[in-house]
């Protein structure tokens, strides 16, 4: 089944505490991106990857690191995580289109995360 | 600065009363605009991507429109399990491939 995988699903940390959430993709997309999802700000994209060892930044990448080494796995990392990064987050995964077009993303079931 | 504005933020309907969501975008150069449904505690759903003014595309009873400066969501006749958030996103044709969402228009559709 062609699916966006994310670990954990729900995570309660403590400030300064480094974590990782893991997203992987088992449909060779190219594309791969993380949003947080905010009530009343929608989605934000903090980091997105072109392809292996390729990545920008979103609107939002401020406290957060991604990496790209292989192309079905990017994963986000909160080096010392705040009480303002407890958020939903998403990550997402799509084929790359040739300019000018591009392509949907599929999303992951999202990780719950709250930083006390 | 590119920016994705939706209205209502929240509609009621009931059952068989057709409706319109509106998305609203300033980018410098559209690459596509996407259309996805989000139900609670769940990742968006693809629906649609529109590329040019003038494109339309169907699914059911959705019906997505684009012109130069937004996009319509035509809801016709709603069910019940019609009852999401409807997101819309843009993704530029400058400086990267960055995507840029709206805050969503919550539909409930009552029977």
């Known amino acids: 089944e062609a699916q966006v995988t994310q670990n954990p699903r729900y995570l309660i940390t403590v400030t300064g505490k480094k974590l990782t959430v893991t997203c992987s993709q088992n449909m060779n997309h190219e594309y791969m991106s993380w949003y947080r999802q905010d009530p009343g700000l929608g989605l934000r994209q903090i980091y997105y990857?072109?392809?292996?060892?390729?990545?920008d930044k979103g609107d939002v990448p401020e406290g957060y690191k991604v990496s790209r080494k292989e192309k079905r796995n990017f994963p986000l990392i909160l080096e010392s995580p705040s009480p303002n990064q407890t958020s939903l987050y998403f990550c997402a995964s799509s084929l790359s289109s040739p300019t000018p077009y591009s392509s949907e993303q599929y999303f992951g079931p999202g990780t719950r995360l709250t930083v006390t | 600065e590119d920016q994705v504005t939706q209205s209502p933020e929240a509609l009621r309907l009931q059952e068989g009363e057709s409706s319109s969501l509106n998305c609203s975008y300033t980018v410098s150069g559209l690459r596509g605009l996407f259309w996805y449904r989000q139900d609670p505690g769940k990742g968006p759903e693809f629906l649609f991507t529109?590329?040019?003014a003038g494109e339309e595309k169907e699914k059911e009873r959705l019906k997505a429109t684009l012109t130069k400066k937004e996009s319509f969501l035509h809801i016709t006749a709603p069910k019940p399990e019609d009852s999401a958030t409807y997101l819309c996103?843009?993704?530029?044709?400058?400086?990267?491939?960055?995507?840029?969402f709206g805050a969503g228009t919550r539909l409930f559709v009552k029977a």
């Open positions: 990857s072109m392809n292996v060892e390729v990545t």
């Open positions: 996103a843009v993704q530029a044709d400058t400086g990267g491939f960055k995507t840029i």
């Open positions: 529109l590329y040019s």
